[in-house]
């Protein structure tokens, strides 16, 4: 698998590291979550036949962290951005 | 022994006589041999047993193919069993053994096994071994265990090196026959960068087996001329022996080069390489396979693919027979006439199934002696040479799951449209069965290829040759025949196992595969499954379209486990981590005790000490006393954050100033 890297253009997915949902990015306020929110959270994902958005850290590369958008039944890869990017769209970092 | 099959003609040296042993017994062969070419000018029809019943059986292809023609290579720790005698290139000292009998090959203990064949039909051991339940840990187990594969592992460490690697380029093309070298050069002519791979010594596919003409020079000289041409452009690597054996996502291929397999000795260096090959675009110009067709016993050495028998006889001046007979459903079959009588070997019959001619049973105990047609006629042929037409090589365009298309004109599987990324088809591998087609097919996929990627210039003419005729009539197999008709031959699977699969209910092919073990094993059927699947839709009333193909996955040939290892095995599987300070405790009697990856100091023993107690006890009460160092390096790492982090640490890093 090939990862479009928006910096470094592509790089073989074995210089990275998976690290799950793209949804991690979007944790909730743990002084205003209830229970069950910071549950679901923490452990549910979604399992899709079709396009997933997924976090990749380049371990064997710049150490950035990056959003990948997959199709899990073709593998091809539609959209790669820096997390850092997603998470400040987002209003999550600064 | 003297070469008694060896007849005029074809590419080996005949300078070179080179000697080998087969079952212990010196022949002799030429360089530019396969050991299966070698043994057939020996005269050695009868090559193994088959697995299940323990068949006498012959060399039946000339290719990576082969169902029959398993032996054992070499001897030591170097033994390698199952390897296809076909694909074996002779060099001088080669030992090799045949498989999977008890005594000697021609008198198999276990041939007592063809007499049961009537108790183990498809799906036997699912039914006979389940009572009493007690039996199948202590008698059934061991014996399916005790009868089970072909040849015998050595037991011993690979003494070989592997190697792994990366390879990067614009364009791989898979196959150097006439597609594969007319799509390499038209890419190498534009400055692309191109990697062409052949699984074969030689490049030129079926040129070097076949009569045809290609721009006026014979098929064989062409290639040949053609591969030095593309071996002296720099932007162009030829890698022969090399196969390509899985489609991976991205243009990522699986590539197993053979470094050393065609040498008496590797000589220290790696035996073979497993590349991870990065490509823009592929072509995919894999050639076909020619598949077989069913009748009653139709597994005697001596029945051999027509293709085969030519190749035999043009590429390496071999003749698989004194007398030969020809059975085929299509024009390419009557070549193998033409060019055996070309060579003055005597064709006794050409049997055409589309005149209504069929074999119905063959006769020969350890290799063919007759072959009995349906009206009663007899031929005392040696040698018979069967086509049912040809497959195309599809099994790399199905690695990503897209199922490949029944073509009723060519009586074959088509890639699909929906094919790996950057990956085009070109050749007999995409359906265009006749030579000038092919090439025609690869010059324009490789033309267009140059065009989507930028390249300039000109990617030449397109090379011309004679298009020759291409007529098939499906025919699977023979119904008339009363006797055992094999489908495939390694696995031993008979027409009757097929229709039983259907009796009992698995009828998907998937399920048929896995009930009759119909194209499992290293062949993977490619010269049995599409007859297979004829006989499951002649069973269901169905068509071949609609039953469908299995799915293809990687490796499209075996790939030792050694070379998919590399070097990460042994101790370098799990390199042990070392401290810094693990020089200096060696150099100090230290007692080393793994710790995860690392290896950590225990104690220091000093002369007189009996045992660690002593030690410890000293380094304690040291400790206690004045002072100790502990190298703590093994139990983790120090994270330093912040906004001088780095001015921090500058003063512990030599390398930084």
Same mark, same amino acid.
């Given at each position: ?11 073989? @997915? @074995? ?21 069950? &929110? ?15 958005? &997924? ?8 150490? @950035? ?30 | 022994? $003297? ?14 006589? /080179? ?20 043994? #057939? ?46 694909? +074996? ?99 190498? *002519?534009?400055? /692309? *960068? ?81 590349? !991870?090959?990065? %490509? ?80 119905? =049973? ?28 040809? $497959? ?15 073509? =009723? ?52 003419? +397109? ?67 599409? #007859? ?20 293809? !996955? ?38 080393? +005790?793994? %710790? ?16 660690? !107690?002593?030690?410890?006890? !000293? ?39």
């Amino acid at each position: 698998m090939i990862i479009n890297h928006p910096r470094l253009g592509p790089r073989d @997915s @074995s210089e990275f590291v998976y690290k799950g949902d793209a949804n991690l990015i979007d944790r909730p306020d743990g002084l205003t979550a209830s229970p069950d &929110e910071m549950h679901d959270y923490a452990y549910l994902r979604d399992n899709p036949a079709g396009l997933i958005r &997924e976090l990749w850290y380049h371990e064997q590369g710049d150490r @950035s962290w990056l959003v990948v958008t997959r199709n899990t039944l073709t593998h091809e890869i539609e959209a790669v951005k820096m997390a850092r990017d997603v998470a400040r769209a987002r209003g999550r970092a600064k | 022994m $003297s070469q008694s099959n060896r007849i005029l003609g074809g590419q080996v040296d005949r300078a070179q006589a /080179l000697s080998f042993a087969w079952n212990g017994t010196t022949l002799t062969g030429y360089q530019g041999d396969t050991l299966a070419s070698a043994l #057939l000018a020996n005269g050695q029809r009868l090559v193994g047993r088959s697995f299940k019943y323990h068949r006498p059986r012959g060399i039946f292809t000339a290719g990576s193919e082969e169902p029959n023609a398993l032996v054992q290579l070499r001897s030591g720790a170097a033994q390698e069993p199952n390897t296809r005698a076909t694909t +074996v290139e002779l060099f001088n000292g080669l030992e090799a053994t045949s498989q999977n009998h008890r005594g000697s090959l021609k008198h198999d203990l276990m041939a007592v096994m063809d007499l049961m064949s009537p108790f183990l039909a498809a799906g036997f051991y699912y039914k006979t071994f389940m009572w009493p339940k007690a039996f199948w840990e202590k008698l059934y187990e061991p014996m399916i265990r005790g009868s089970a594969g072909l040849g015998r592992l050595s037991m011993q460490d690979d003494p070989d090196i592997y190697d792994h690697g990366y390879l990067h380029c614009d364009v791989l093309v898979i196959g150097a026959g006439p597609a594969g070298l007319t799509a390499a050069l038209a890419a190498g *002519r534009v400055g /692309l *960068r191109v990697i062409l791979a052949d699984e074969d010594f030689t490049a030129g596919g079926r040129l070097n087996s076949e009569t045809y003409d290609v721009d006026g020079q014979a098929g064989a000289d062409w290639a040949a001329a053609l591969t030095g041409e593309l071996e002296a452009m720099d932007n162009v690597r030829v890698m022969k022996r090399t196969t390509v054996f899985g489609v991976y996502d991205h243009g990522i291929y699986g590539v197993l080069e053979r470094k050393t397999d065609h040498l008496a000795s590797s000589d220290g260096k790696p035996r073979q390489v497993h590349w !991870r090959l990065y %490509s823009k675009r592929t072509v995919l110009c894999a050639g076909a396979t020619e598949r077989s067709i069913a009748f009653g016993n139709n597994d005697r050495p001596g029945i051999m693919m027509a293709g085969a028998v030519r190749s035999y006889a043009n590429r390496f001046g071999v003749t698989a027979g004194q007398k030969v007979a020809v059975f085929t459903n299509n024009d390419d079959g009557l070549r193998t006439a033409q060019d055996l009588a070309a060579k003055g070997i005597e064709v006794l019959g050409i049997i055409d199934a589309r005149a209504g001619d069929f074999v119905v =049973d063959t006769k020969g105990r350890h290799g063919l002696r007759k072959v009995i047609l349906n009206n009663n006629t007899q031929i005392e042929a040696d040698c018979l040479a069967v086509s049912g037409g040809w $497959s195309p090589n599809v099994h790399l365009t199905s690695h990503h799951r897209s199922r490949p298309i029944w073509r =009723d004109d060519l009586a074959a599987f088509v890639p699909p449209q929906d094919l790996p990324f950057g990956m085009v088809v070109a050749g007999a591998a995409n359906g265009a069965m006749t030579l000038s087609a092919a090439i025609k097919d690869a010059h324009a996929a490789a033309t267009a290829i140059a065009t989507d990627l930028g390249a300039g210039g000109a990617t030449g003419a +397109v090379p011309q040759a004679s298009d020759e005729d291409f007529d098939i009539k499906p025919f699977w197999h023979v119904a008339q025949s009363k006797k055992r008709a094999w489908v495939d031959l390694q696995n031993d699977v008979t027409t009757k196992d097929v229709k039983q699969s259907y009796q009992e209910g698995f009828r998907s092919v998937e399920h048929l595969k896995r009930y009759t073990t119909l194209g499992m094993a290293t062949d993977q059927g490619k010269t049995s499954n599409i #007859l297979g699947l004829a006989l499951m839709t002649e069973a269901t009333g169905k068509t071949i379209e609609d039953t469908g193909t299995t799915i293809f !996955r990687p490796p499209y040939n075996p790939v030792a486990i050694g070379a998919l290892a590399g070097r990460a095995r042994g101790k370098d599987f799990r390199p042990y981590r070392l401290t810094p300070s693990h020089e200096w405790a060696q150099d100090n009697g230290a007692d080393f +005790v793994e %710790s995860g990856a690392w290896l950590r100091a225990q104690w220091f023993k000093r002369p007189g000490e009996k045992g660690w !107690r002593d030690s410890v006890d !000293r380094e304690v009460t040291m400790t206690r006393k004045s002072v100790g160092i502990c190298d703590v390096t093994t139990l983790g790492k120090i994270d330093i954050q912040g906004r001088d982090a780095a001015e921090f640490l500058n003063p512990f890093m030599p390398t930084l100033s």
